[in-house]
């Protein structure tokens, strides 16, 4: 007997199947908790919930479901434990790169826009490859998935550390093989935090799982600097994370569940798709093109703050890239130290530069999602004002960074700290605002749009953009050490502004956001009918 549930306020469908579970013929291959015999909360194709995302799981739907989990809370909070490291690894190595910069420019003898190319790479096969991982995610086991992906990871940036200083070419191949090692780990590992957990616990354990964020990029710039600085080749500054990805590859395999898809909602029994790939895509184009009234509701502030996003994600990408080259050449033109030749060079900017973006990137977030709190009930649209605050008071701090770096270090440190903890006001919030103007059952489509646009249009291409205009710039004067260092800091000069552009985008985002806030709590809080179909 099926028993179908019609939810019309979201438009859901809800088969609960008394019959012993089987693997769906097109294709989502069951978790090893799967084989218990029970009945099984299933989504169909057509319904308007697609599972994939921890913030469009069924939690809006139960939230005060009992909980029955397949996972022990002890094995759980294991699991946990083991995403995080990885996560910290994941983004350790992907500014390990820029940690060494001047060291690959020399033994490669590249120029500011060739070195950009290894980070523009790197983002673009992590963009293309991220949906692809997304869609066997939703249908494959998520640990074997994970494990592939980790493997291809380990393997490729091991083998980026051997290369030549003919072989260039074959770094910026293996850089993007990472991108796509990294994007099966990336897309996948929130989807099993949002099945161990419910309620609050979940958005505990996701903020710590993004904590590891800032804090594996700063660490990145350290441990790329140590390796370097303590063996004499940079080449080690790219074996440090493969080692200790190998623990977190054994750790994985061991201690890390598959459990049945939407388990946290559906006490323990998961949810299952029926969806074709066809489908889904034809799902996707629709929410990607608007074609719905229900999401009409909250256009304006959606796509104003995806540009503000964009702006953000274009102005971090290329600071984390070029800041510690930049504050390295500083020191040149200073007379503090000589210009690096060959390698290894000197890595002082790295471990400080790694340093003030831990720092910062804790303290910016929770300052952040504070003021948040403290001001919403008050002001309706705080949140886009706070990110408008953020955006655009860091751009004096980015000027004065830019012109006081030849004549004070310090000086250029502490406004540095100054401008990325405004900008890391942003992230919080912005994740916060995407959920309460978007229905849930689109909320996973517009993270997605939001996340590809801002990575296309922003730190995809601004590293390479940079060093572009710096090489533009260098070949209008005979080059020196010290015109190298002003043709990156002319280049630099284009993040300001992108800031004030991306402080605009929020500014008018305040204006709509009530709004349009108010109408996405109209289309959920209609009245709910239900009907009951038995066969």
């Known amino acids: 007997m099926c028993c179908t549930i019609i939810s019309r306020s979201y438009d859901v469908h809800l088969q609960v199947k008394k019959e012993p579970l089987t693997m769906e013929p097109n294709g989502p291959v069951s978790s090893p908790q799967d084989g218990v015999a029970g009945p099984r909360w299933s989504v169909g194709s057509g319904s308007g919930l ?35 490291y990885i996560n910290l690894l994941n983004y350790m190595e992907r500014y390990t790169i820029a940690g060494v910069l001047s060291n690959i420019q020399a033994f490669f003898d590249i120029s500011d826009s060739t070195a950009g190319l290894l980070q523009t790479v790197f983002i673009c096969s992590f963009l293309l490859l991220a949906p692809l991982f997304g869609y066997l995610g939703d249908r494959y086991n998520r640990k074997y998935i994970m494990i592939g992906g ?20 074959l770094l910026v191949v293996l850089r993007a093989l990472v991108g796509i090692g990294e994007a099966s780990y990336s897309t996948v590992a929130p989807t099993i935090i949002g099945d161990l957990f419910t309620g609050g616990k979940r958005s505990i354990m ?66 299952t798709g029926h969806s074709s790939y066809k ?28 540009l503000g996003v964009t702006a953000l994600a274009f102005l971090t990408g290329a600071l984390a890239f ?131 646009v801002g990575h296309l249009l922003g730190d995809a291409g601004s590293p390479y953009l940079l060093g572009v205009i710096s090489d533009a710039i260098r070949t209008s004067k005979p080059d020196t050490y010290d ?20 402080g605009v985008f929020f500014l008018i985002t305040a204006f709509y956001i009530t709004e349009d806030r108010k109408a996405v709590q109209q289309l959920l809080g209609g009245k709910v009918t239900t009907q009951t179909v038995c066969n």
């Open 322 to 452: 070029w800041l510690p080259t930049f504050l390295s050449r500083a020191h040149v033109t200073q007379g503090l130290r000589p210009p690096c030749i060959q390698e290894p060079c000197d890595s002082t900017d790295s471990y400080i530069f790694g340093a003030v973006t831990v720092a910062t990137g804790i303290l910016g977030g929770s300052l952040g999602t504070f003021l948040s709190r403290q001001f919403r009930d008050k002001m309706p649209n705080a949140d886009p004002l706070i990110c408008a605050v953020g955006m655009l008071g860091s751009v004096p701090c980015l000027f004065i960074t830019i012109f006081v770096a030849s004549a004070s270090i310090p000086a250029t440190y502490v406004f540095i700290f100054f401008g990325e903890l405004l900008l890391s006001l942003n992230w919080a919030v912005l994740a916060d605002i995407l959920l309460y103007v978007v229905i849930p059952t689109r909320r996973a489509t517009a993270e997605a749009l939001q996340i590809s």
């Open 206 to 271: 996701i903020c710590i799982f993004y904590v590891f964020i800032p804090v594996g990029s700063g660490l990145g710039y350290i441990a790329g600097a140590g390796s370097a600085a303590l063996t004499g080749d940079w080449h080690w500054a790219l074996r440090i994370t493969p080692i200790m990805g190998v623990v977190g590859l054994i750790l994985m395999i061991f201690l890390c569940p598959n459990p049945p898809r939407g388990a946290a909602e559906t006490r323990g029994e998961g949810v």
């Open 150 to 169: 980790l493997s291809v990871w380990l393997l490729t940036s091991a083998g980026s550390s051997f290369v030549s200083s003919s072989q260039f070419w």
């Open 50 to 84: 697609h599972y994939g995302s921890f913030v469009n799981s069924l939690s809006s739907l139960t939230p005060n479901a009992v909980e029955n989990p397949a996972i022990s809370p002890r094995r759980a909070h294991i699991a946990i434990a083991v995403l995080c």
């Open 483 to 502: 015109w190298s260092f002003h043709s990156l800091k002319y280049s630099l000069l284009v993040c300001p502004f992108v800031g004030i552009v991306g």
């Open 279 to 306: 489908e889904d895509v034809k799902y996707l184009l629709k929410n990607a093109l608007w074609w719905t009234n229900d999401v009409m509701a909250s256009l304006k502030s959606y796509v104003l703050s995806s």
